[in-house]
């Protein structure tokens, strides 16, 4: 593109957007492709505009919109669509609920690259449908093909680098734990609270029980709801270090390859996740029904529902914005 005194623009087509400041806020006062006009000079002149970038059939570099396309094309994986650019920025969408994977290293590696700058909303976070979850831009108004190509190959290398894996249903047992809901003292209300929210998700709830501070009862529920079809056993309260908590004792004698109990995640830092092959364990605190959707069990439940399996590694990540409320 050139670089052209407005006066003698008149009757050629615009290469870029051109943008004003109005009122703290931004707009476009032309499109890229419109024809400048005599009428067009003052608008041009009132906002500071004495020179506008006009299109070069010669030029053998990549206009910004396009190279933008190109970019967030690249870096994007399954379920996620994309804006038109507006000024070379280009955002990813969400085309379904789930949760959003970046994959951290190839996303340092593309913004590695001069002129180019990728940002994405914080990794695994549970995102509806048409939510916007990464902007890019290249920064200047023309790219040369080369620098495209080095976008192109670190994309292939970590593809995807930006992903969106969609929650899925599942069946799902629910477990509270507690000698006090069993003797009557107390009442519970944690696990109704804790369907609600699974069911918003689209889950299915195959079974309820309240069971006792009892490690073999503890053990013996939870196998027999996997026996009986269910893909994920949610075990809730008796999660603390007290004499009279046997959650943990319990899901242990169950075989279940416990990934961490206690997650840098507040709050709801008492909580387990284990595997038993390809089902899931969880035990989860009571603290987890103190709000509706800020604690640590509304935060990971989502990622287990995309069916992404969460290691040690991730867990001990989460530490990086796991101080929720």
């Known amino acids: 593109m050139k670089k052209v005194e407005v006066h003698k623009a ?27 006009s005599e009428s067009d000079i003052p608008k041009l002149l009132s906002i500071g505009r004495h020179y506008v970038w006009i299109e070069d059939e010669d030029s053998s570099l990549v206009h910004e919109d396009d190279a933008g396309i190109f970019l967030m094309e690249s870096i994007k994986g399954d379920n996620l669509g994309f804006t038109l650019p507006q000024e070379s920025k280009v955002k990813l969408i969400a085309e379904t609920d789930g949760v959003l994977v970046v ?23 549970f995102v509806k449908s048409r939510t916007p979850v990464a902007i890019g831009k ?4 023309e790219i040369s093909k080369e620098i495209l190509l080095e976008v192109e190959n670190i994309a292939n290398m970590y593809k995807p680098i930006v992903d969106l894996k969609p929650i899925t249903p599942h069946k799902i047992a629910l477990f509270p734990v507690g000698n006090e809901f069993i003797e ?6 944690l696990s109704f609270k804790i369907k609600e929210y699974l069911e918003s998700l689209g889950q299915e709830i195959v079974l309820r029980e309240i069971l006792p501070d009892n490690d073999e009862k503890i053990k013996g529920a939870g196998l027999k709801a996997f026996e009986k079809g269910a893909d994920i056993v949610i075990y809730m309260g008796g999660m603390a270090v007290d004499p009279d908590d046997r959650t943990v004792p319990g899901i242990k004698l169950m075989g279940v390859e416990v990934v961490k109990y206690g997650v840098p995640i507040f709050p709801g830092f008492t909580f387990l996740l284990g595997y038993l092959k390809d089902k899931v364990v969880l035990g989860i605190p009571s603290s987890s029904g103190i709000t509706k959707e800020g604690t640590s069990f509304h935060f990971i439940m989502p990622i287990i529902l995309s069916n992404y399996r969460i290691t040690k590694n991730d867990l001990i990540k989460f530490s990086l914005g796991g101080y929720l409320t």
């Open 10 to 36: 008149i009757n050629k087509p615009l290469a870029t957007d051109v943008t004003m400041i109005e009122d703290f806020k931004k707009s476009v006062l032309f499109k890229r492709g419109h024809i400048i």
């Open 103 to 125: 994959n951290t290293q190839g996303l340092f590696k593309i913004n590695e690259i001069e002129d180019v700058v990728v940002a994405t909303e914080r990794p695994f976070t």
């Open 138 to 141: 290249i920064m200047p108004k």
């Open 184 to 189: 009557g003292l107390r009442e519970e209300v």
